[in-house]
């Protein structure tokens, strides 16, 4: 049973009691009062797409090999991960312990199962979150990152990982990998008939041929929870690729971007304003694909802002409540609005408002979880301080 009282912040102080936002008129006698020096407070924004498996976080530095498609850079993360001497929960952890101290409330992870991992990258990413479960939730993607029907054993193994640690089964490009799209999505919609188990399928291909998957994952949607990561096709830009967004809103499919290199970026304004719940993710971090990424939500939503032309303080605002709110949502997360009765899950942050947040991406002051302030100044605080 616990109070405290946020003061000197804006817009308002903040009374957390018992781990949620109250009415400042119930502060007990006990309640202990943090200085917020002036800060901003804002809702913690959530990671909905990550690969915490393939991180090097905290480990030497890895250079990577030139590739060219995408099964190159499939081919050589299996290379490359067989060399790491850091178990996945090291690695993992350690990525977890970055992204909580810059303010990461929650994670929907990507895990690759195959059979050649089997099950173990599962379980290392799981023990990593339980030994974290105050600091960060976690989601666990069951990932055929290297084949679904193109690796027999994989559709077994996903199925197997829910009882063993996963929460959704993961889709990956059925036409481009796997070539066959009915036969891809029977396995995924199967499993989640069988199991209740949320769908959540990367998808690379554009153009028609992504469309063409867009459509029929629609079609298929009724009933289910179901995400489509990237979705390069719906952010090239083409008429088609808009005339797609009420059909998206009307089957409640949600999308998920991550504003990566030079790839197409899921286009904010368009898609919420027609009902298509939208949330972001930082993709691979220092992983045998890309160098960059440090699991810094408020650094993803700048990304997601410079990548889509953000200009306007509405414009850049609406970044960020992809980050926090479409995040939240995708995961079934209760929203933050800072408002009594909401959890009291925060960051406060140097700035005059949130669109200028996003913009200079500063290093949270505090970051606060359930009213318990875990992390100061980009730090994680050890538990006696908490």
């Not at 054993?153 to 959704?168: F, K, P, Q, W, Y």
């Not at 930082?282 to 045998?288: F, L, N």
């Amino acid at each position: 049973m616990s109070s405290v009282l946020f003061t000197n912040i804006r817009p308002h102080d903040l009374l957390v009691v018992d781990g949620r936002i109250a009415d400042p008129a119930t502060a007990r006698e006990n309640t202990v009062t943090v200085d917020g020096k002036g800060a901003l407070a804002l809702p913690s924004p959530v990671d909905a797409h990550i690969h915490p498996d393939k991180t090097t976080w905290g480990q030497p530095w890895l250079s990577r090999a030139h590739a060219e498609t995408l099964m190159d850079l499939i081919e050589g993360d299996v290379r490359a991960r067989a060399e790491m001497s850091a178990s996945v929960a090291e690695r993992a952890g350690a990525l977890m312990d970055a992204a909580v101290a810059r303010g990461t409330r929650a994670w929907r992870a990507h895990v690759d199962v195959a059979p050649v991992y089997g099950l173990a990258n599962v379980h290392g990413v799981r023990e990593a979150a339980q030994a974290r479960k105050d600091l960060l939730d976690v989601q666990i993607v069951a990932f055929p990152q290297l084949g679904l029907l193109t690796r027999p054993g994989t559709a077994d193994l996903m199925e197997r990982s829910l009882a063993e640690g996963a929460d959704v089964i993961g889709g990956l490009d059925p036409i481009g990998i796997d070539g066959d799209l009915d036969g891809h999505l029977d396995v995924l919609f199967g499993i989640a008939e069988r199991t209740g188990a949320p769908i959540d399928i990367h998808l690379h291909d554009g153009g028609e041929q992504g469309m063409a998957q867009v459509k029929e994952i629609a079609r298929r949607a009724g009933g289910h929870s179901v995400t489509i990561s990237h979705a390069f096709c719906l952010g090239e830009g083409t008429a088609e690729s808009r005339a797609m967004d009420d059909l998206l809103a009307r089957s409640g499919v949600a999308l998920a971007t991550c504003a990566l290199g030079a790839d197409p970026v899921l286009p904010v304004g368009p898609l919420t304003r027609a009902g298509v719940l939208l949330a972001a993710g930082s993709d691979g971090v220092r992983d045998p694909w890309t160098p960059f990424g440090d699991g810094d939500m408020i650094a993803r939503a700048h990304l997601l802002a410079y990548r889509t032309d953000a200009r306007t303080d509405d414009e850049l605002a609406a970044c960020y409540a992809v980050a926090a709110h479409g995040g939240a949502a995708l995961l079934g997360l209760e929203r933050v609005e800072l408002q009594v009765g909401d959890p009291a899950d925060f960051v406060l942050v140097q700035g005059g408002s949130v669109s200028e947040v996003v913009v200079d991406r500063p290093v949270p002051l505090f970051v606060v979880r359930g009213g318990v302030v875990i992390a100061q100044d980009g730090r994680l605080l050890e538990r006696s301080l908490r």
